[in-house]
Each structure stands twice: as C-alpha cells, then as structure tokens.
C-alpha cells in the first residue's frame, strides 16, 4: 500500500517544474538570442572583413598614389630648382642682352649720324657727277662736232681744190673752145657731186626725220637701190627672186640697200659678184648682202658701225652709222660677219610707226 506524499512536498515539486521548465525557456530563449547575436556579429564581421579588405585596397591605391605624388613632387622639386637656375641665367642674359642694347642704340645714333652726313656728302658728289657728266656729255659734242667739223673740212678741200684748179686753168685760158671746156665742166660736176654728198651724209646724221610708212615691195626697193648706184662693168650682183611686202618708209631703206651695195662694190676693187638674198622669218624679214671682197679684219668688225669711223682715204665715215639708225628706226637691227662679207638687215614686217619728238639727232 502506497503511501501518498504530503501535500507540502507536492506543490514544492510542482514549484520545482515550473521553475525549470521557466528556466528552460528561458534558457532556449537566451540560446536563440545568443545564436541570433552570433549571426549578427558572424554578419558583422564578415563585414568588417569586408571593409578591412576594401580598406586596405584603398590603403594600396593611396600609397601607390602618395608615391606617385611623391615622385611628381620630387619631379616638380627638380624642375623648381632647374627653373630657378634658368631664372638666373635669363637674369644674367637680359642684363647682358640690355647691356648691349643700350650699346647698339649708342652705336646705331652713330650710324644714323653718319648716314645722314653721308647721304649729305652723297648728294653733293651725285650734284657734283652730274655736272661733270653734263660737262663731259658737252665735251664729247664739241668733240665729235670738232672730228665731224675736220672730217667734213678735210674731204671738201679736195673737191675745192679741184674747183679752184679749174676755174685757174679757165682763167688762164679765156679763149678756150667749148670741146676743151668740156673736161673741165666734168670735173665741176664731178667735185659738186662729191661735196653734196659729203654733206648729205652729215645732214643725214645730225637729223632723223620721221617715217613715212607704207606697204612696199622688197623687191622693188631692191631693185631701185640697184638702178641708183653706179656699178662697174665687172661687178655682178644676183638679186633674189622671193619678194615680200612690207610696212616702211621705202626712200630711207632704198639708201641703206644703196649704201651697202655701193660699199660692197668698193670692198671688191670694182670687180666681184654680190649676192642679195631675202628671206620670210614670219613676222619679221632677212635682207642679206654678200660681197665676194677680201674680208673685214676681225679687229675692226665691232667698229664699223661708229660715227667717223672709215678706212678709206675718202668719206665721212657716216655711211653705215646712217644706215644703222635707219634700221633701228624701223625697229630691225643691222648686223655684219666676215669672211666672207655678209652685211645683214632684219625688219618687222609691221611695224607701228615711231616718231622723234623734235626730229633732231643728239650727237
């Protein structure tokens, strides 16, 4: 038989239970939260980790870039320095370069001083050139007036001298009959003759008239050159057969084309063949004369074309100086080689026409 236990120790039982299964809860309440804490100081500290991982990836980067900056600083500190020096060196060169500035301008008032005393100077010697030069200028006319004045005198005293001869003999022999009379009217003639052309020659120098200007033909000038000059039985003259019509004044080149001819005859003692030849260069033409004479000394050939320049006994020395200004006149050129002699006029076919102011010739 059982004993039941008093009622006492029951309840202190039951107080026990409650306390317990109290402190149980309690207990798994406090190990949920301490779990729950875990978790959260497990979730913190991954966190940390985290940061601290990130933080130090930021560390890395700083120092790196510190020591970068560092380098640039350094690098910056250098340059400072370098900088300063070159400071001081441009310093030490504007110094120097002002120095010499200062020299310069010193030196450069000097130039401009000496400029302006020899622009000074200048103008009185270019004053004192052009008067020499007009002197000489002056001089050089009365010289070739003298030379063409001595020249012009020397070959009319022949012709005079023959004039005067005559008319002594005529005197002397007042009953001459006219067939005597007759050689002495033919020397008259001849010595007129002479001195006219004497002094149309110098006529022809000392004045250019203006062109008349016309188309002609070549040929015809040619021929009237050919028809006006006296030419020895034995000289042959071979004249072109191209004829080409041209603007000029055809009674100044007739007296070139006679002028050369006539030269030509003499070159050749009076005995020989001239050959004429023409030539169509497009807007220009060639009239060439070739004589079969002993030639032009190399030493002379650049002088035959000068005033008063001759080599023989008789003339003016004017003829070919004539004939040169008259082709010039017409804008061509007159031109000579030797051997064989071959004297050589080039002209425009057109030309326009061109006219001296006064019409006088400047000696």
Do not use: W
Not at 11 to 23: I, N, Q, R, V
Not at 186 to 207: E, P, S, W, Y
């Amino acid at each position: 038989m059982s004993q039941s236990q008093p009622e006492p120790q029951k309840t202190l039982l039951e107080d026990l239970s409650t306390l317990t299964g109290k402190a149980f809860k309690e207990l798994d309440a406090t190990r949920c939260e301490l779990q729950e804490k875990e978790r959260r100081l497990t979730n913190i500290a991954n966190e940390s980790m985290e940061k601290i991982k990130e933080l130090s990836t930021i560390n890395h980067d700083l120092q790196d870039k510190v020591g970068f900056l560092l380098d640039i600083s350094a690098s910056l500190n250098k340059k400072n320095d370098e900088l300063i020096r070159s400071n001081l060196e441009l310093e030490k060169q504007k110094f120097h370069y002002d120095q010499m500035t200062r020299d310069l301008k010193s030196k450069l008032d000097t130039v401009l001083s000496k400029e302006k005393e020899l622009s000074m100077q200048r103008d009185f010697l270019a004053k004192q050139v052009d008067e020499k030069t007009q002197d000489l200028i002056n001089a050089e006319k009365f010289t070739v007036i003298g030379e063409l004045a001595a020249r012009l005198a020397h070959d009319l005293r022949n012709p005079l001298s023959v004039v005067k001869n005559t008319m002594d003999i005529m005197r002397a022999k007042p009953n001459m009959r006219i067939e005597e009379k007759l050689p002495h009217f033919g020397r008259f003639d001849r010595a007129i003759q002479r001195m006219t052309h004497q002094i149309d020659d110098v006529l022809n120098f000392v004045k250019r008239s203006e062109l008349l200007l016309q188309q002609t033909s070549l040929l015809s000038m040619v021929d009237s050159a050919i028809s006006n000059t006296l030419l020895p039985p034995e000289v042959l003259i071979l004249k072109p057969h191209t004829d080409i019509a041209i603007n000029c004044d055809s009674r100044k080149l007739e007296a070139v084309f006679s002028n050369l001819i006539s030269n030509a005859v003499q070159a050749m003692d009076d005995k020989g063949e001239i050959k004429i030849r023409v030539m169509d260069l497009g807007y220009n033409i060639q009239i060439e004369f070739e004589d079969t004479g002993p030639g032009i000394p190399l030493e002379i050939q650049s002088k035959i074309f000068d005033p008063l320049f001759t080599t023989k006994q008789t003339g003016t020395g004017l003829g070919l100086s004539i004939c040169k200004n008259i082709v010039e006149q017409h804008g061509g050129t007159l031109t000579v080689k030797s051997p064989p002699t071959v004297f050589t006029v080039r002209l425009p076919k057109n030309i326009a026409p061109k006219y001296n102011l006064d019409g006088n010739y400047t000696l």
